[in-house]
């Protein structure tokens, strides 16, 4: 395993002049003026920010990169992204899902991406997206971390064989149990699809992760029914609720019920800014309802919160670069997260935040934790929101595995600075 002494860094928890040394893939002593071991290659950090790396909670990556195909989403809807990919699924070949998730990964690595939970679509009999997926998975692992999620895109008692084809896809390997309860034909069968769903997970030991609610009807509760299968069956940190946008159209009085039953079922909450702004609101004249759900409350209440990219390039986002730092801003700018508080929350919420959804083990920057971490341009978290920081390194395994220069202007002013990088001074 490689060694690495990374040197005169600042941390997102506000320390600076902090070394780190990496060998055997874990991080063995993390302090000021560590002692340089005999042939360990250094990097100089410059007090520039070293972070854990970024995390994506919610993700599709079978369907990304396919933008324009077989045709581009004219509305911009939800509904009709869902149709695309209904036209979309039987031209997929395993080969070109297995190259366009590869080349985002390599995007991935690039931006100090290094975890992602991806939902792949069950509804396929011939799961040729999981096996896609599946074998990404193996291929990636020395980099990332691919989480997948078995996601009955089509509802899974709507779809015929639903449930069978999401049982086959844990069989293969798949490692988290979804769900669509707004999608199936009644409130009822939502409700019955979530209490099977996790009575599934529960009996497999299994995490749960449900697209819950994305639509603006307030009337769509089945975070709730969440929240409870939860707490019967014991499943209390292990269950997750993603989107949830109806909670933004939903009355005060019933939200102050549901968020503490959330609370109390320790569930996870994924909002997916980028996306959730962009599909929700659609039949709004104005005002236009912006979509995404409660953040500020959520977070108050103690929940754990974190964003998503969702989608990149795809039938539902024709945009999108893999960039966490953008997703965190657009879920600050929404939410109108501006305290500094909230600001720190909304990076935590696409590093700490995100891996505690996920589950991940020795995540983080104290010593026994796995030697992976991203050096960006930035003396703060706020900092590096604000300017989408560009990430000078890269680290996997105490391994250097993707670098950037560093971002400035040079600049020909009379009697100013001959370049600028958008920075504070230290």
């Given amino acids: 395993m490689a060694a690495l002494l990374i040197r005169n860094a600042a941390l997102p928890d506000g320390r ?3 070394d780190l040394l990496a060998r055997d893939g874990r991080f063995e002593a993390v302090g000021p003026n560590l002692p340089a071991p005999e042939g360990v290659p250094q990097l100089d950090a410059q007090g520039w920010l070293f972070s854990p790396p970024f995390v994506d909670a919610h993700f599709h990556m079978d369907a990304t990169l396919s933008y324009g195909l077989p045709r581009v ?3 911009g809807t939800l509904l009709e992204g869902i149709a695309l990919w209904g036209e979309l699924k039987p031209m997929l070949t ?3 899902i297995v190259e366009r998730a590869l080349a985002y990964c390599d995007w991935a690595v690039a931006k100090g991406l290094l975890a992602i939970r991806s939902h792949v679509d069950v509804c396929d009999p011939r799961l040729l997206a999981v ?8 291929r990636v692992a020395p980099y990332l971390d691919l989480q997948l999620v078995a996601f009955p895109q089509d509802g899974v008692l709507r779809a015929p064989g639903g449930m069978a084809n999401l049982k086959r896809a844990l069989d293969l390997g798949v490692d988290v149990v979804g769900g669509i309860p707004h999608f199936e034909r009644t409130m009822a069968e939502g409700a019955s699809s979530v209490r099977q769903l996790c009575e ?3 009996e497999r030991g299994l995490r749960v992760d449900m697209h819950c609610d994305e639509t603006d009807d307030p009337m769509s509760r089945h975070v709730e029914s969440l929240a409870f299968e939860t707490q019967r069956l014991g499943l209390q940190g292990r269950v997750t609720g993603s989107h949830l946008t109806s909670m ?8 102050s019920k549901l968020i503490p039953l959330m609370a109390d079922a320790q569930l996870g909450v994924v909002a997916n800014p980028l996306i959730n702004i962009t599909l929700q ?3 709004d004249t104005y005002p236009k309802r912006r979509g995404m759900t409660r953040v500020p409350e959520l977070m108050a209440a103690g929940i754990t919160v974190a964003f998503g990219h969702d989608c990149v ?3 539902w986002y024709s945009l999108g670069s893999a960039d966490m730092l953008e997703v965190a801003a657009m879920g600050l700018h929404v939410g109108q997260l501006t305290s500094t508080t909230q600001m720190r929350g909304c990076f935590d919420a696409v590093t700490t935040e995100a891996a505690r959804i996920l589950g991940l083990e020795g995540y983080g920057l104290m010593p026994g934790c796995r030697a992976d971490g991203v050096l960006l341009q930035a003396r703060s978290p706020i900092e590096a929101i604000r300017l989408r920081a560009q990430r000078l390194a890269v680290v996997r395994g105490g391994r250097i595995v993707a670098r950037s220069p560093s971002a400035s202007a040079q600049l020909d002013l009379p009697g100013r600075p001959n370049a600028v990088d958008f920075t504070s001074k230290p």
């Fill in 94 to 96: 395993q080969e070109a």
């Fill in 16 to 18: 600076s002049g902090i």
């Fill in 248 to 255: 933004h159209s939903m009355d005060n009085d019933y939200v």
């Fill in 131 to 138: 096996e896609a997926l599946l074998q990404v998975k193996r």
């Fill in 281 to 283: 609101g659609r039949r």
């Fill in 313 to 315: 390039m795809d039938p």
């Fill in 73 to 75: 989403n004219a509305s």
């Fill in 200 to 202: 599934l997970a529960a």
